[in-house]
């Protein structure tokens, strides 16, 4: 079996390491930040490479600098998560090695030598299978697609790479956005259409993710009136999600909207309106007015 | 600001669309529109010229784009440039950005190339790093803000989980999120001007590119299948009674969560 490097310079991801240990029969070299080295051992990791790195802020740089060291590994292949960094640095990479490279990838499956990928476009309705025709196959994977499996590499071999380039672009400052989780990593998505009506109903809804632990989402339509901001924004021009629960409050269902949810595991919707389009992609549908239903759910102290 | 280039594509305007028999996109007979978040990208350009710069579009695509591509010179662009040959056809985002990389070194020097951070047809968001690649510039992607002064250019860019405030010199590539600079009307001077300035158009002759560096053929992967999936119908049961139905997604909740 073929060596899958994987790279997790800002932070191991579990479910990735897992999903390239069972695909290359483990043999897996991750490259993960300083302190991470247990986790990726965890998951399974029979090489790793623990970074040392001040903030980076020239990607392009920190790009060529890995380029240098796979090729030194010479790594058939090497993996991602399709995080707003990797997703920039990847394909920088590729160009360094002139490597086929996939995005966002949410399968991967061997045939012989070859990674087949298979990615998801055009919101969700298009799935294609792609693979690389370069010898150095490259892909990034959607976060949280592969669940995390527990398999212990039993004596992982452990080097240290400095990073210390002259940088062209510096990180002044980062600001995490005030609590919350992340809506692309969220398991439970609480998301908002016109029907919210009104930035204190986002608030009550956001209040509602709170407490279940969910991502706060909104249609294109209420972020354009301006009831969340745009980093909440669910559909072809915002974020596509794929949680295991989707729960669509006062959304009508515009197929823009349902190209970046309908890959959900569960959908409920929740609309006043009995002929919402949303009620035909919802697996549970709640006819009713998504405040009182908001409240009752926010009174519940079992959930 | 003096020269600054922003990339542009024509995504299809309708949320669903078909493959033909080469897994490509079909894109004869749809209707096309700007990518929104290059829109974006054109916006913030137009911005840092000011009145003394320079904003050029760049995009490739059919020849049927020379038109839009007017529109965007109505809307304030100062040249327009538009890269075409049936040779480029089914190009991945490798042998894009060669055959754009090789036209940025044609047209000029510029101090500032920009982009939208991905299209949504494809979604892949490679182009602009891949681009950087080739022109051996640093690249910020994801940016929501972008000011330049004297000493260089401040980008707060938009991670996961947070924010970052990035600071870099010229020249760079950088990659703008949808919607974060809305592009501007155009006004009936933009207009009148936009008449007399000549879309220019180049193919792979001009950029001295061959064939095997281009399309299908200078592509590093290759689709294997691709399917139409329209997001399935599920039709589950409707509740009219909010009790019932915060029970039964209490239930769900349940099941969901581990």
Known sequence: ?303 | MKRILVCVKAVPVSAFVEVDSQHRLKRDGINLQWNAADASALEAALRLAGEDGSVTVLTMGTSKLESPLRELLARGASRAVLITDRRMAGADTQATARVLAAAVKKLGDFDLILCGCKAIDGETGQVPGQLAAALGLPCVSNGETLEADPDGLTITRRLETGTQELRGRTPTVISLCAYSYPLRLPGILGMRRARNIPVEVLNADDLGLLPEQCGLKGSATKVLAMESRFPGMRRGPKETDLTLGAKALGQILREVRP
């Open chain 1, 1 to 303: 079996m073929k060596e899958i490097l994987v790279l997790c310079p800002f932070g191991a991801d579990p479910g990735l390491l897992s999903k390239a240990a069972a695909l290359s029969g483990g043999e897996v070299r991750a490259l993960v930040p300083q302190g991470e080295t247990a986790l990726a051992a965890a998951c399974g990791a029979a090489r790793i490479v623990e970074l040392q790195a001040a903030p980076i802020g020239d990607e392009a740089r920190f790009a060529a600098f890995l380029a240098e060291r796979i090729r030194g590994w010479s790594c058939p292949l090497v993996l991602a998560p399709a995080t707003v960094q990797m997703r920039n640095i990847m394909p920088m990479i590729a160009w360094h090695l002139k490597a086929g490279l996939t995005a966002d990838c949410t399968q991967l499956r061997m045939e012989g030598e070859l990674l087949i990928q298979t990615r998801p476009a055009f919101g969700n309705s298009l799935m294609a299978d792609i693979r690389a025709l370069s010898p150095i196959q490259m892909a990034t994977v959607r976060p949280g697609t592969f669940p995390p499996q527990r398999g212990e590499h039993p004596q992982p071999g452990v080097e240290r790479l400095v990073y210390c380039e002259e940088e062209r672009v510096t990180l002044l400052s980062y600001r995490a956005f005030a609590g919350g989780t992340p809506l692309s990593q969220a398991q439970i998505v609480v998301a908002g259409g016109m029907g919210v009506g009104s930035r204190e109903g986002f608030q009550k809804l956001e209040r509602l993710a709170d407490k279940l632990g969910a991502g706060l989402g909104a249609s294109r339509t209420a972020v354009d009136a301006g009831f969340a901001p745009y980093r909440c924004q669910v559909g072809m021009t915002g974020i596509t999600v794929c949680p295991r629960l989707y729960l669509a409050f006062g959304i009508s269902g515009a197929v823009q909207h349902l190209a970046g949810m309908s890959g959900s595991g569960k959908i409920v919707a929740v609309n006043s309106d009995p002929k919402a389009p949303i009620f035909d992609y919802a697996d549970y549908g709640i006819v009713g007015d998504w405040e009182a239903l908001a409240d009752k759910l926010l009174q519940e102290e079992i959930l």
